[in-house]
C-alpha cells in the first residue's frame, strides 16, 4: 500500500495490514494515519458536492423570494403594475398650458 503525507508529500510503501495504523513521517515527522490516497478522496469529493448542491439551492430560494416580492410591490401599487416601456410622468416645471406655451414670440 502506497501512502502520501499530508504535510510534505512524501510517498512511502507500507503492508496492506498497516492501514489504519498512526505512522509518522520520515521526512517531516508528522504523525497521520495509514490510509491509500483513494480512500481519503471518496467522501471528501462526495462532502464538496453536497455543499456545492446545498449553496446553489440557498442562492436559487433568494433569487425567488426576491422575484416573488418584488412582484408582490409592484401589484400593491395604487396605479397598479406599471410595464418596463411605461415611465412615471414628471411634473413640468413650466407652469403654462401648452398651447400659453406655443404662443410666446
Do not use: W, Y
Request: net charge positive; proline share 8%; glycine share 8%.
Amino acid at each position: 500500500m502506497q501512502i502520501q503525507c499530508p504535510s510534505c508529500n512524501a510517498r512511502v510503501s507500507l503492508s496492506g495490514e498497516r492501514e489504519g495504523a498512526k505512522v509518522r513521517c520520515s521526512e517531516c515527522g508528522r504523525v497521520t494515519v495509514a490510509r491509500p490516497p483513494d480512500a481519503r478522496s471518496a467522501p471528501a469529493r462526495r462532502a464538496s458536492g453536497l455543499v456545492i448542491a446545498a449553496f446553489a439551492g440557498v442562492v436559487v430560494l433568494i433569487a425567488l423570494a426576491f422575484l416573488l416580492r418584488r412582484d408582490a410591490a409592484e401589484r400593491a401599487r395604487p396605479d397598479g403594475p406599471r410595464g418596463a416601456h411605461e415611465q412615471p410622468l414628471e411634473a413640468s416645471t413650466d407652469a403654462r398650458t401648452p398651447s400659453e406655451a406655443g404662443t410666446e414670440r
